[in-house]
Each structure stands twice: as C-alpha cells, then as structure tokens.
C-alpha cells in the first residue's frame, strides 16, 4: 500500500488521502498506518455508510458495493480529517467498559438475591 501512495505522490505531487470505514479492531491497523506514515485520513461511520448504501435502488452489501459507498460517502457528505485520540480518552474508554461490566455483575447480583 505504501508503494501505491508514493508512486501516485511522485506522479501527483502530494500524498493521497484514505478512506476507511471505522470496523474497530480490524481499521486501527489502517489507522496506525496512516499516522506513522504521516498520511491524512477520513474514518467513515458504519451507520453513515449503512444508512447511505440504504438509500439506494438496490442496497445490497458486496465488497464492490462498499468501495463504491464509502466514495459516495466522502463525496457527498462533509467529512472532518481524523485525528489520532490521546491517550486520555483511551484509557476513560477502558475504565468505562470495565464500569460497565461491574455494573452488569451488581445489577444480576441484586436481582438473583
């Protein structure tokens, strides 16, 4: 990928932008990519690219198909250039799903007794 990005900079004279669709686990590889090699990217919503797929004629979901809605997504909504989140709000998003969990076990808990 990297190869493609510098053949189309030496061709174009800038780097090329991507576009992802935020999966979690399987799009931080792509985000990291991006940020230590220091490219711009847009991370697309999955709703906002469900819900665009949707309105079409026929919304069925192919890789073809999803290529195609995330250009569609980007070229026609306003997209902001995503940025790496701190490490604050990394380590709030841990504690807040282990809360969470805690909260399930007591909710259970008071309800069995």
């Known amino acids: 990928m990297y190869s493609l990005i510098l053949n189309i900079d ?33 991370v697309i919503p999955p709703l ?6 949707k309105s079409e004629i026929r919304p069925t979901k192919t890789d073809k198909i999803d290529c195609a809605t995330i250009a569609n997504v980007y070229y026609l909504k306003r997209l902001r250039i995503a940025k790496k989140n701190n490490e604050v709000y990394t ?13 399930g076990i007591m909710v259970s808990m008071k309800v069995k007794y």
Request: hydrophobic share 30%; with cysteine; aromatic share 18%.
């Open 48 to 53: 906002l690219s469900a819900k665009m797929r």
């Open 10 to 42: 030496s061709e174009l004279g800038y780097k090329p932008f991507v576009i992802f669709e935020n999966t979690g686990t399987y799009s931080r590889l792509i985000e990291v990519f991006c940020h230590k090699n220091g490219l711009r990217y847009y």
């Open 91 to 103: 380590k709030l998003k841990t504690l807040c799903s282990h809360y969470n969990y805690r909260m």
